[in-house]
């Protein structure tokens, strides 16, 4: 387990797509897991400005959106598919083709979840999971309670996550569930980058690096995988009892 705290939140996040980069290098045909949500995008900026500079080449890189909200077509503007289209894969040289969403419009949920599975399948699993964590622990939609041995799946959705959703859905309803990677799939990834940045996430950080190892905080499960880094800025950090750098 690797804490990097950075001074901001831009430093923390340009640290972390410093990292994809390079798993990009060593591996240009990596398989990346890839969340949305507000902490990411400027992690996407930072990927987005090297790969226009040129030293950036994702041609190869097979991109895993890690969830999906139940019953959000990939072209709603609330899709998590949308979002990462808008933020990244439409400003770089990823290939279509390789670009893998689970499909919150999908008739059959466990259908939907089994292609995904095939297809990590295919990719043989991921190289490098990149994360954000949610107030309540979650890792992807893993919510509280996930099972560690828990795959892609139909979940149903922590009310507080609902609500953290609400402002993308206006006075439309908030889904109540997700397609969601599972925590036996981020565990198996062969790298885990977790990135929390600001005060309001200090406190489950500190949980999360510094409590038990449970399922009532997914997170937690993260300090169990060998190659785990946690990357934070100095408010996201400010609630561990031994802050590091
Ligand atoms: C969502 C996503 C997660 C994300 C989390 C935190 O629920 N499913 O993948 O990590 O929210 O989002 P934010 O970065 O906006 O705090």
Redesign the pocket.
């Known amino acids: 387990m690797e804490i990097l705290t950075l001074p901001t939140a831009e430093a923390a996040c340009v640290r972390a797509a410093e990292i994809v980069a390079q798993a990009v290098v060593v591996r240009p045909e990596a398989a990346l897991g890839l ?6 995008v400027p992690i996407y900026a930072e990927l987005v400005r090297r790969r226009r500079a040129g030293g950036l080449r994702l041609g190869a890189v097979r991109a895993f959106g ?2 999906e909200l139940w019953g959000v077509p990939a072209s709603a503007p609330a899709s ?1 598919r949308r979002e990462l289209d808008g933020a990244f894969y439409r400003h770089v040289d990823i290939v279509a083709a390789n670009i893998y969403a689970l499909d919150g419009a999908a008739a059959d949920a466990t259908a939907e979840a089994a292609a995904y599975e095939a297809a990590l399948g295919r990719a043989g699993g991921l190289d490098l999971a990149l ?5 309540n622990g ?4 893993n919510e509280p309670g996930s099972p560690f041995a828990s795959r892609t799946r139909l979940v149903a ?1 922590a009310a507080e ?1 609902r609500e ?2 609400r402002a993308a859905f206006g006075t439309a309803p908030v889904p109540t569930h ?1 397609l ?1 990677i599972g925590i036996a799939n981020i565990l198996e990834a062969r790298r885990v980058v977790l ?4 005060a ?2 200090a406190e489950i950080v500190a949980r999360a690096l510094e409590g038990t190892v449970t399922e009532a905080l997914p997170a937690s499960v993260l300090r169990q995988h060998a190659a785990a880094t946690f990357v934070l800025d100095e408010a996201a950090a400010s609630r561990l009892t031994a802050p590091r750098r």
């Not at 969340?35 to 990411?40: A, I, L, Q």
């Not at 979650?138 to 939609?141: L, P, Q, S, T």
């Open positions: 969340p949305t949500g507000r902490t990411p890690l969830d998590f994360l954000g964590i949610g107030g979650h890792i992807a939609f959705l996550t953290a959703q997700a969601t990135v929390a940045t600001g309001a996430k």
